[in-house]
């Protein structure tokens, strides 16, 4: 049996693993979950004027099945959504604006660029629905060894293939006009990446199909997701940083000695399983493996820093073409690819606990405004966008990977039992991807615990799965 098993990093990644490792391993299995930082990782709230709201990872997709899951299992509720409008500014004026009515955004999108919007629907809708075969062969206990092969039995080689040619070239490819690209495409990816239209189209799908309506967030924040599931999981949440993992053998088995540093000095433990979800690269850890052979090489790529300020102010709605600030009907603005532009998106956000009585701000008055920018806002560009302030907050992330076509995609396997979850992020970065990645991950570590090679990197899993049913 399997004793003890460490997850590294008590975010998403590490809670959704833990929990999964449990419900297939199960509940005799002592979990440890070791946390630098805080429980959530990414998914953090911060407080203004005494409410709480996100600072990132705000929606999560209608068709995301696990996060549906744990909201369920953990009897979490979902946000009230609060509809806004959306338009996109160019630097100059608003290329594309959303209105109340839905045929007339329909018709809009029509008249301005023809049949590229409904092309860009078949584009994404094909993909997503390929996507969701992953639940069907997840729920029959199929893993994979390798992100090629999880992408390459959803979708095949077209898959692997749109981890390593850009959104804009498949879109061009299937009708999409350039036009579409620059002011929509663009739009959509700078708000969710804060990258162009050079990312690879699979995270480029994952980030539009998101930009569609149907996304939902966790009432009281998400990341409530990660501190439920570790409860529910009973894992033993250690307060410490993981700095390396060295190999041992026991019986002809492979044992991983986990090494951290906590306030109270360094420790170390062993564990017959480990699976880390913090990033590797070498500009974000200085994680050290050791008496591997062959060694455990450097991950390849760096991470895009990107920064969110939380305003409490007045917008400025003269910058975005209306004197009256009574007149401005937009919420959310996303940004066009100009070089003058200094920010990516911005939001008018409502707190993570809304009442039945809330509404949200006039655009006359202070609101809470969420501001996505590559670098920290100077006090220049913080009075062009609010006429003035109550308070900014600023947190700088590395939050995605900086998209770039060529790279391979990182490792699944370290090592028998050592595992890594964030490579993930280099085929597509949200909540659900990384939740499938955690499922994945359990599954590859139970069936090769168990030697269950009948259920590890099958070929024609369509077929399968439908006999078997």
Known sequence: PLSPAAVVGAGLGGSAAAYFLQQHFGPQVQLDVYEAAGVGGRLAT?????????????????????MQDFVKILGLKHRREVAGKSAIFSGEHFVLEETDWYLLNLFRLWWHYGISFLRLQMWVEEVMEKFMRIYKYQAHGYAFSSLEELLRSLGGEAFVNMTQRSVAESL???????????????????????????????AGAMSLAGAQAGTWAVEGGNKLVCSGL???????????????ISLHSSEGRALYQVHYESTEGQGSAFYDLVVVTTPLHPSRSNFTFENFDPPI?????????????????????????FPDPKLFPFTTILTTDTPDLFFHAMDNICP????????????????????LSRQPLDKQQLKTLFRSYYSVQVAEWQTYPRYDATKALPPIVLHENLFYLSGVEWVASSMEMVAVAAKNVALLAYNRWHQDLEKID???LMHKVKTEL
């Open 458 to 460: 099958q070929k024609d």
């Open 352 to 371: 993570v606990n809304i009442s039945a009585a809330f509404r949200r701000k006039q655009p006359q008055e202070a609101a809470v405004w969420r501001v």
């Open 230 to 244: 570790l409860k529910l999981t009973k894992a033993n949440v250690i307060s410490a940083r993981v700095t390396g």
């Open 297 to 321: 090489a450097d991950f390849p790529g760096a991470f895009q820093p990107s920064v969110t300020s939380v305003v409490h102010g007045y917008l400025n709605s003269s910058y975005f073409g």
């Open 46 to 66: 911060v407080t203004v004027n005494k409410q709480q709201y996100e600072s990132r990872g705000a929606s999560i997709h209608s068709l995301s099945l696990h």
């Open 172 to 202: 061009l490819e299937v009708g999409v006009t350039q036009r579409f690209v620059d002011d929509v495409i663009a739009a959509v990816l700078r708000s969710s990446y804060g990258q162009s239209v050079l990312v690879p189209a699979f």
